[in-house]
Nanobody, 122 residues
């Protein structure tokens, strides 16, 4: 069972940047596609970005294209989300999870972690 621990959230002003990390336990991390999701208060959990096991393929939600970048380091069992030009509407709890290899349809196949809170406010 792969366990995921998200970190790097915090309070940032509009226009600022944050880098989230998702550390995974287990030696088989590198074979999985990974994705970031977010859930704002009172809303459903939404897809943000995904990356293939080899980093050769990525996909982003329209709302974050050009501002967020997903990456991974398989040697460190970690996936990252670099968030730039943050907006108040990016405020949410951010989660990572394993997804099916076909990124044309994002299907979660793992268990959820605790997430990390991102608050964008002046």
């Amino acid at each position: 069972q792969v366990q995921l621990v998200e970190s790097g959230g915090g309070l940032v002003q509009p226009g600022g940047s944050l880098r989230l990390s998702c550390a995974a336990s287990g030696s088989i991390f590198s074979i999985y596609a990974m994705a970031w999701f977010r859930q704002a208060p009172g809303k459903e959990r939404d897809f943000v970005a995904a990356i293939s096991w080899s980093s050769g393929n990525t996909r982003y939600a329209d709302s974050v294209k050009g501002r967020f970048t997903i990456s991974r380091d398989n040697a460190k069992n970690t996936v990252y989300l670099q968030m730039n030009s943050l907006k108040p509407e990016d405020t949410a709890v951010y989660y990572c999870n394993r997804v099916r290899p076909d990124l044309s349809s994002i299907v979660v196949i793992g268990s959820w972690g605790q997430g990390t809170q991102v608050t964008v406010s002046s």
